[in-house]
């Protein structure tokens, strides 16, 4: 590596989700290789982003206006609410194109290990938003992980005590559509045996 600069990117690079220095060295030389057509606009639509993109004050999503799309969208159900762990879930979910309801991104999820409690979390926010919104409905749409099945059980207990009418759900965990039994790991086929239901 020749100049600074190269080596800044590479490293810059290399810190992104996904990429080690091998890969960030590649993608840097192809960025540098089409200069015109991706690297340049690239900077533009990074800098425009680090500017206008903002956390919506109400779910956490992010977008370039406050309150966000979804939020501001009158034909979205605020009866429902659907509780995610990060902003990277909602767009999953919204992807998916199966929800039509409100989210909430709570931030991360308990964990005693890394120091993570309740008041790091956005659950205030949401116990508020379930009173002042009078949601019927909340969706705990958190992963399948100790610290995700931790935050469930919490946040069930504390909206109980808050809402005695609420409807509290979780997504259902278990075979994948299109999965084999036999490539399963043995966590999933227990979920999705515990988890079975009348056809």
């Known amino acids: 590596m020749s100049t600074s600069e190269i080596e800044q990117l590479i490293q810059l690079m290399s810190k992104l989700p996904g990429l080690g220095t091998r890969s960030a060295r590649r993608a840097t030389l192809f960025l540098i290789k089409h200069r015109e057509s991706l690297l340049m606009p690239l900077g533009d639509a990074m800098a425009a982003a680090a500017e206008n993109v903002k956390s919506c004050e109400v779910c956490g999503n992010l977008d370039t206006e406050d309150p966000c799309g979804i939020c501001r969208n009158p034909a979205r159900d605020r009866k429902t609410l659907c ?10 979910l919204e992807r998916a194109g ?33 009173q002042e919104d009078e949601v019927t409905e909340v969706i705990l749409a958190l992963n399948a992980t ?36 036999d490539y399963l790991d043995d966590g999933t086929l227990a979920t999705a045996l515990k988890s079975r239901r009348s056809t």
């Not at 509780?83 to 999953?92: F, I, K, M, T």
């Not at 309801?101 to 309740?118: F, I, R």
């Not at 931790?150 to 069930?156: D, G, K, M, P, V």
């Open 146 to 181: 100790v610290d995700g099945q931790t935050t469930s059980h919490y946040l069930t207990d504390r909206l109980a005590d808050e809402e005695a009418d609420l409807t509290i759900t979780r997504l259902a965990h278990g075979v994948p559509v299109g999965g084999e039994l």
């Open 83 to 92: 509780v995610v762990e990060d902003v990277s879930d909602l767009w999953a």
């Open 98 to 130: 199966v929800f039509s309801g409100q989210y909430h991104v709570l931030g991360g999820t308990l964990s005693a290990l890394d120091g993570v409690g309740p008041e790091d979390l956005r659950v205030e926010s949401l116990i508020r938003r379930v």
